[in-house]
């Protein structure tokens, strides 16, 4: 009966007799793959999944103000606010190439060190506990354009040491002890004992590769996930999958101190500038306020006047609520002068911006915040001396981002000067109603105003600079540490599920009947061969 005359069942039938008749290469393929897969799982060394969690702390609850001053709230339109934190950019910031490239600097680990034993077929990577420590020139870990591997075989009267390098291998260079320096058309490398070097049997076979800080930065960057949990919170995850659990957690403690440390550098740098710039408008403001005094006792002994507050008492009950928006929109228009002087000064030009600007247009704030952005990463770029063109076509969105805000200031300013222009005229009004008051008291009225807006002023700025020293204080790093590096029990790698799986694939289905159906194939094919 031919295979085309036989039912389905009958195939089916003939299909599991056939292999039933084979059985031996399902054993025999079993057996293989399950030894294949023991090597695997003693050779391979697991992978552990390590986390830590931390929160951004909110440097406002740091300065304990409990209440808000006369002055901010006199000068709303003009205060002092800080810009919210975006977690989002935050987790950005703390992955970026350049953040992590000072991880990688710090821990080293553009070296990477393995022992190797079993011919080649079982590698450890050693991390922090080598036999021999490899040093460079710190120039060369940023200007080396491809990595350098080393193979060092350490027997108990030296090594013998042989590298490669864009395929091209150099040596043997012999080194009769510890520490030895060779000079190679790479560079020059010097290997050392360490303090591990006496635990190791001799002989034994280490392989060292170095690349550049840039080279793992990549690559770490790759295998650290920093997420946050969501938008509104302001806890972030950082998680690193390695088969080194110490390597692991330096990586993520070294972060979050990278992070640290950069915050309070950059809040250091804006608190100095900021200090500079409340220093020198306090000593204009003292010379101001002084003049003004002195503008006072001048017009008191001239009209020898005693308590003229008293004579007037009436007058500012009457005219309290028109005299506080005079001064309240008058300082705006003084302050207004000070920050745009400031911004306007070419001298400032690439000056980050003492105050968060919350002006009458909330979008400057935004605007300011983005500025000092752009403009800390552009003074970090030119810190080598080097311009590029990249920050060529920075520093010129910096100047169109800065004329934005001089005219938006501008604006702002015309804005006040009409307010303060009807003020002027009001009190004008009010003042021809009550022409009974003597001219004497007008102009003392006139002159105490000015002192009150310089009084005002100066208490604005002591409260900012003691707000700006105590924020300069370092008082608790941005990031607290909610659940130090630990790692999760089970490993992300090798997966059993997964290996068991492989096995019954590969050993209970792929070799097996490639061989029941293949082996005819090439037993007939080499006897036509001898036949011939």
Not at 43 to 55: D, F, G, I, L, R
Not at 225 to 245: A, G, H, M, Y
Request: net charge neutral; aromatic share 10%.
């Amino acid at each position: 009966m031919s295979k085309e005359n036989k039912s389905e069942k009958e195939q089916i039938i003939e299909f599991f007799l056939h292999c039933l008749k084979n059985w031996y290469y399902f054993v025999i393929s079993m057996i293989i793959c399950t030894a294949i897969a023991v090597v695997y799982l003693k050779v391979t060394k697991p992978v552990m999944e390590v986390v830590a969690k931390v929160s951004l702390r909110n440097d406002d609850s740091l300065t304990g103000t409990g209440g808000v001053s006369k002055s901010q709230s006199l000068l709303s339109a003009i205060g002092m606010g800080s810009r919210g934190v975006n977690v989002e950019d935050e987790t950005l910031k703390m992955s970026s190439q350049g953040y992590i490239k000072k991880v990688v600097d710090r821990l080293e680990l553009n070296k990477v060190y393995t022992l190797s034993e079993l011919a080649g077929f079982k590698k450890k990577k050693l991390y922090d506990q080598s036999p021999v420590a490899l040093s460079v020139d710190p120039a060369l870990s940023d200007t080396i354009t491809a990595p350098v591997e080393f193979k060092l075989k350490i027997k108990d009267n030296g090594a013998t040491v042989t590298l490669k390098s864009r395929k091209q291998k150099y040596g043997p260079y012999d080194m009769a002890s510890f520490p030895a320096t060779i000079e190679t058309p790479v560079g020059k490398f010097t290997f050392s004992q360490s303090d591990y070097f006496k635990n190791y049997e001799k002989p034994f076979n280490l392989n060292i590769l170095f690349t550049s800080y840039d080279y793992m930065t990549q690559i770490y960057r790759k295998i650290l996930e920093v997420d946050f949990e969501k938008k509104t919170s302001d806890l972030i995850n950082l998680v690193i999958d390695n088969e080194n659990v110490p390597l692991a957690k330096n990586i993520i403690s070294e972060t979050i101190n990278v992070y640290n440390e950069e915050y309070a550098k950059d809040k250091d740098e804006v608190s100095g500038k900021t200090n500079f710039f409340i220093e020198a408008q306090l000593g204009q403001i003292y010379q101001s306020l002084t003049a003004a005094d002195k503008n006072i006792q001048t017009f008191k002994d001239k009209y020898n006047l005693t308590d003229i507050e008293a004579d007037v008492t009436y007058y500012f009950e009457m005219n309290a609520g028109l005299q506080a928006k005079l001064i309240e929109s008058k300082t705006q228009l003084k302050l207004t002068d000070i920050i745009f002087d400031f911004i306007n000064d070419e001298k400032n030009r690439f000056a980050l911006m003492p105050f968060s600007l919350t002006t009458l247009d909330p979008a400057i704030a935004e605007v300011i915040g983005k500025y000092n952005e752009e403009l800390l990463t552009r003074n970090e770029l030119t810190k080598s001396g080097v311009r590029t063109s990249a920050v060529v076509a920075l520093e010129d969105h910096l100047d169109i981002q800065r004329k934005n805000l001089l005219q938006s200031l501008t604006n702002i300013k015309k804005g006040i000067q009409i307010t303060v222009a009807d003020l002027g005229k009001k009190e004008n009004e009010f003042n021809n109603r009550i022409g009974n008051i003597p001219t004497i008291e007008r102009d003392y009225i006139a002159l105490k105003r000015e002192q009150e807006v310089q009084q005002t002023i100066l208490i604005f700025l002591l409260e900012k600079q003691a707000e700006t020293s105590i924020k300069a204080v370092s008082i608790m790093p941005k990031l607290q540490v909610i659940d130090k590096p630990y790692v999760i029990n089970k490993p992300v790698s090798p997966n059993m599920m997964k290996v068991a799986l492989t096995l019954l694939f590969f050993g209970g289905f792929v070799f097996p009947f490639s061989a029941i159906y293949l082996m005819p194939y090439i037993k007939n094919n080499i006897r036509q061969r001898k036949e011939k």
